[in-house]
C-alpha cells in the first residue's frame, strides 16, 4: 500500500515539495530520529551508522537530532523484530541490520517476525563481498587445494555465515572443510585463526577486514580462497565468487541463492506505514548524504568503503530474495541443517 501511495505522490509532483514539505518540516522539528543497528559498538554496520547520524540530519526537513542505539542479539533479528513491530512508525526510527535477515526470513524464519518487504528502504551504503580466508602458514592458495585436503576452518554458530558457506561448499561442491564450531564471537575466532587452532575463516566481509584487521590483507597474512558475493571485488578479481566453482546448473542456483545477501550491502530502512512524505523525505536524505563529501571524507577516514546505491535497488534486492521459487529454498535449506 505504501508503494502505491508513493507512486502516486511522485506521479503528481507533490513528493515532499509545498504543503507537503512543509508538513515534513513541522513534523521534524525538534524531533529526533534514532538509527537502530543490530550489532554491537564497532565494525562497519555500527560506524557507518553513526557517521551517518552526523551528516544526514543537515538533509532532513525540520533538522531533527540523530542518534544511534545498537540493538545486537538474535542474530540480528532482534532488532529486525523491534522495527516490525515496536518502534514507531512515523519516521523517527531508521535502522541498518545484517544484509541475510530477509534470506534468514525465506531459509530458516527461526525468530522472525517481521516480513522484510513491508519495510521502506532508504538504501544502501554499498556492498562488500564475504571472503574466505586462509592463514598464510596454512599451505593453502586456491580452492583446488581444499578440494584435494582437509582445512579446518572455524565458525561461531551453525545460523552464521562462517558456518553456513563452508557447510554449503561441502555439501554442494565436496570441499573439505573441516567446521570447528563453538567460538563466541568472530573476534574470538579471528584470534584463533592468528594462533593456529585453526586454519581459516569464512563470511569475512571484505570492509570489515578492511576496517578491524587492516594488517591481513597489506602485509599478505592471509590467502582469500573465494569470495560470495553478486560480483568479483575489484581488488580481488582473480579470486572466484563461490557460485562461479559450481559444476552443474543446479549446484549454481543454491550457491547463487546464498550469496544474496553482500549484494544488498549495509542496507538502512524505516518502519512499515510511515506516512508516505515523510518516507521519501527519508530516502532523499539518505542519498544526498551518500553525496555529501563530509559523510564520504569521515568514511574514508574510518576504512569504510562507500559504492552506494538507492532505495528502490535495495528493495528489489530484498523482493527477489524472498521470491526465490520455492525448490530452489527447499534444497537450499537442506544444506543449511549441520550434518
Not at 523484530?81 to 530458516?108: C, R, W
Not at 584463533?192 to 602485509?219: C, F, K, N
Request: glycine share 10%.
Amino acid at each position: 500500500m505504501l508503494k502505491l501511495v508513493l507512486a502516486a505522490l511522485v506521479a503528481a509532483g507533490i513528493g515532499t515539495s509545498g504543503a507537503g514539505a512543509d508538513a515534513v518540516e513541522d513534523f521534524y522539528k525538534g524531533k529526533t530520529v534514532t538509527i537502530v543497528t543490530s550489532t554491537g559498538v564497532g565494525g562497519p554496520f555500527d560506524l557507518t551508522a553513526r557517521a551517518l547520524a552526523k551528516h544526514m540530519v543537515r538533509y532532513i526537513p525540520g533538522r531533527p537530532a540523530m542518534i544511534v542505539r545498537n540493538m545486537p542479539g538474535g542474530g540480528h533479528v532482534l532488532a529486525t523484530n523491534f522495527m516490525y513491530q515496536q518502534a514507531e512508525k512515523d519516521g523517527t526510527v531508521i535502522a541498518t541490520v545484517n544484509n541475510s535477515v530477509p534470506l534468514h526470513q525465506v531459509l530458516s524464519g527461526q525468530g522472525v517476525r517481521f516480513d522484510a518487504r513491508r519495510f521502506y528502504w532508504l538504501g544502501s551504503t554499498g556492498t562488500s563481498n564475504l571472503m574466505t580466508v586462509a592463514w598464510h602458514t596454512s599451505g593453502f592458495r586456491t580452492m583446488d587445494d581444499v578440494m584435494q585436503r582437509e582445512l579446518i576452518i572455524g565458525a561461531t554458530g551453525t545460523g552464521s555465515g562462517t558456518f553456513i558457506y563452508p557447510n554449503a561448499m561441502n555439501v554442494v561442491l565436496g570441499t573439505k572443510f573441516k567446521i570447528v564450531m563453538g567460538y563466541k564471537s568472530t573476534a574470538e575466532l579471528d584470534l584463533a585463526m592468528e594462533r593456529g587452532e585453526v586454519a581459516a575463516r569464512a563470511g569475512a566481509s571484505l570492509a570489515g577486514i578492511l576496517q578491524e584487521r587492516p594488517t591481513w590483507i597489506d602485509g599478505n597474512r592471509v590467502v582469500v580462497l573465494n569470495q560470495i558475493g553478486d560480483v568479483r571485488e575489484p581488488a580481488f578479481a582473480q579470486v572466484p565468487l563461490m557460485h562461479e566453482l559450481a559444476k552443474t546448473t543446479e549446484q549454481r542456483q543454491i550457491l547463487a541463492l546464498l550469496s544474496l545477501p553482500p549484494a544488498l550491502g549495509r542496507p538502512f530502512f524505516t518502519t512499515p506505514e510511515v506516512p508516505a512524505e515523510r518516507a521519501i523525505a527519508l530516502r532523499r536524505a539518505f542519498e544526498a548524504t551518500m553525496k555529501d563529501e563530509g559523510f564520504l571524507k569521515e568514511a574514508r577516514q574510518l576504512n569504510l568503503e562507500m559504492n552506494p546505491f538507492g532505495g528502490e535497488r535495495a528493495a528489489a534486492i530484498v523482493n527477489d530474495t524472498i521470491s526465490v521459487p520455492p525448490d530452489q529454498v527447499a534444497k537450499a535449506k537442506a544444506i543449511l541443517e549441520p550434518k
